[in-house]
């Protein structure tokens, strides 16, 4: 399958929307953000990535470049109005600022599907090992759901896009899903598709692939994203000491009020 280019209409330079001394600035951010994701093991080579939402405009990383090694330099910046214009084709992008050698990211779609469909501030995309092997073990039960319970680091999840309040102790924690595809691009449907089965839910797994993270904020997503993946590690630890991810414990209750 042939991927259409980009559209040629705005895409200038522009070099000033990723020119700041701001370090919460998305184009210091995202290589910030990215380098410590490298540290822990989840973009490995070149692998995974990160978007932040700024209002209208959407900073992305590129591909094909070390994740430790990124600057503010090596960011692409759009318009998330501009592609929603009709005379695009589905997979052209509207480039308001682009680095003249590196290539966009094939997560792109991914990530704007975040950003239109739940609100999202950030979306993360990381190759954690924890999160293949949690997919791989679904598997191997003909899974397509990661669900957990009766453990502290839930309460990391919120209880969806416009409920407040995170979720509890005692709740399970129910993340899709989906089967990878030769194109990462090519996600993006099935992607999209269980954003509308689990409506509640603020991640997606991608079998033998990864997982999708996004929050309303920088600070929520990359929150979600690491309990995630302690949650992803304790699970396949669990499922090694045949321990399992959904039990029935009672709630404890204090036998006397507190002074």
């Known amino acids: 399958m042939t991927t259409p280019p980009s559209a040629a ?31 822990l093991g989840w973009v490995t080579g070149t692998g995974g990535g990160a978007s932040i939402r700024n209002d209208d405009l959407v900073y992305i990383a590129p591909s094909g470049v070390q994740k430790e090694l990124m600057k503010p330099s090596d960011i692409y910046v759009l318009s998330l109005a501009a592609q929603q214009s009709q ?6 992008r509207v480039y308001l600022r682009r680095p003249p050698t ?7 779609p991914l990530f704007l599907a975040a950003f239109t469909k739940r609100g999202a501030g950030c979306c993360i995309h990381t190759h954690s090992h924890w ?5 791989l073990l679904l598997e191997a039960h003909g899974s397509a759901e990661f669900r957990i319970n009766n453990l502290e680091q839930i309460k990391g999840f ?14 399970t924690l129910v993340i899709p899903v989906i089967e990878n595809t030769a194109h990462e691009e090519d996600l993006t449907e099935f992607l999209e598709e269980a954003m509308d ?18 929050g309303e904020t920088v600070h929520k997503a990359k929150t979600q994203c ?17 321990l399992a991810w959904i039990t029935d414990i009672a709630p404890t209750v204090p036998t006397r009020s507190a002074a």
């Open 197 to 214: 089965r689990y409506p509640d839910a603020y991640a997606v797994l991608v079998r033998r692939h990864g997982v999708y993270v996004w």
């Open 158 to 171: 919120g209880r969806g896009p416009g409920k407040a309040g995170n979720l509890g102790y005692h709740d």
């Open 9 to 39: 209409a705005g895409d200038g330079t522009n070099d000033h929307l990723v020119q700041s001394t701001d370090p919460d600035h998305p184009a210091n951010l995202i290589p910030s953000l990215c380098a410590k994701f490298w540290t």
């Open 102 to 108: 590196l290539k966009p990211s094939q997560c792109t």
């Open 131 to 135: 999160a293949v092997l949690v997919t």
């Open 226 to 242: 690491e309990s995630l993946d302690y949650l992803f590690q304790l699970a396949v630890e669990m499922k090694q000491l045949g």
């Open 87 to 92: 005379s695009l084709h589905p997979r052209q």
